[in-house]
């Protein structure tokens, strides 16, 4: 390879330094609008394609388990996209992984979400049963979410399943 032939001459910028900086900023920005977008995505929750009962329980089973300290498992429940609230001495039906039903008087948060889009949405009601400290058991509803249309209730019931 001859060397003797290669153009040694400083490299000439076709913008100015100025105009390089604006790109290097309109870059920056757009990547950063990407990496929130993904971000965002990332941290949309886990269960939002669960669209049964049964895989609701599967997805319960591994992050929420009876013997959990309260507090933990309510941070995994508002962490993947539920509203929770605390009941004392509130009466309430527990629909078990067995489809065992408990009706009674509980200490328990009710943790809800609504999964997909206008009109219709799936709404999932988890209830954690709890001593005050540590879960002690764990019930789950489900139903379908229809839109208002005769000026009722915002939050009805979950219907069906």
Wanted: proline share 6%; charged share 25%; with cysteine.
């Amino acid at each position: 390879m001859n060397l003797s032939v290669l153009n040694t001459a400083p490299l000439q910028m076709p913008f100015s330094a100025e105009t390089v900086k604006r790109i290097r900023h309109l870059c920056t920005l757009v990547a950063c609008i990407f990496a929130v977008s993904i971000g965002l995505a990332g941290c949309s929750h886990e269960g939002k394609d669960v669209l049964t009962r049964e895989q609701m329980w599967e997805w319960i089973g591994h992050h929420v388990q009876v013997g959990m300290p309260l507090e933990a498992a309510s941070a995994v429940m508002v962490k993947d996209g539920f509203e929770c609230k605390a009941f004392l001495k509130a009466p309430a039906k527990v629909i078990d992984i067995n489809k065992k039903v408990s009706a009674g008087t509980f200490d328990f948060l009710k943790c809800v979400r609504e999964d997909g889009s206008p009109p219709i949405k799936r709404r999932w009601e988890i209830l954690l049963v709890h001593d005050g400290s540590k879960v002690k058991a764990i019930g789950v509803r489900a139903g379908d979410v229809y839109p208002d249309t005769k000026g009722g209730s915002e939050n009805p019931e979950p219907q069906g399943k």
